[in-house]
């Protein structure tokens, strides 16, 4: 009778063919797994940016102000009036972003993430922004927490974002940055001293009631407007 069939026993696949359990486990799950691993593992790599040294051997992430930059009586810090922290991060685009090469332009230090809701709904206020005032001077770095190129690049295309967007592979620059949460904005002027720092979303100019807890456009170009040394164009 097929009911005091014993589980040890050869499992009958059909006429002159007898598969055993342990056999099958050896020559098709097993190998299976094993490709499945390898696959996980390139995914993961890829979505990571790849490896956190720059070619020239120098490890992505905060590193040392340089000395000729460093402004006598000024501390570095992350508080409005202290010089911003260096860092060295590899870009979506195959390039590098070093924070003090760019001393004599204002930046926009933005940190997001493509499944931060609040960072989808300000984007397109610094892609207006960017357009509109990169031909006197201003850079908008949008610096991606931890996800990867393989995660933010469609992201970026979809939003238009045509500024620099580097890499925070290990999240060790939000960790210098001291990030409260996303985003978290900092407006960084040619002298490379903060000069304001807004947690949150941006909001856009709304005609009725004000959003509590965030600032109207208006007041982003405001900001803007003081790393520049002009009022807005």
Known sequence: ??????????????PGLTVRPRGLFRRVVLPLLVIGLIVAAIWWLESRGGDDVSPTGERYGPVELPAALHTTGLEIGTEEGKL???????????????????????????????????????????V???????????????????EGKSIARGF??????????????????????????????????REGVVRSVFTGPLQERRTDTDVRGAIEQSDLEQRIAQILGSGPQ
């Open 1 to 14: 009778m097929t009911d005091n069939l014993q589980a040890s026993e050869p499992l009958e696949s059909g």
């Open 84 to 126: 911003a922290p260096d860092f060295l991060l590899g870009a979506l685009d195959g390039s590098e972003v070093r924070l003090s090469a760019l001393r004599g332009q204002p930046v926009v230090l933005n940190f997001w993430a493509t499944w931060c809701a609040p960072c989808r709904q300000e984007l397109p206020q610094f």
């Open 128 to 146: 207006s922004a960017y357009d509109r005032f990169q031909g006197q001077g201003l850079v908008v770095l949008g610096v991606n927490m931890q």
């Open 156 to 189: 970026a295309d979809d939003f238009g974002m045509k500024f620099p967007i580097p890499i925070d592979v290990d999240g060790e620059v939000g960790d210098e940055y001291r990030l409260l949460g996303l985003p978290m904005t900092y407006f960084i002027d």
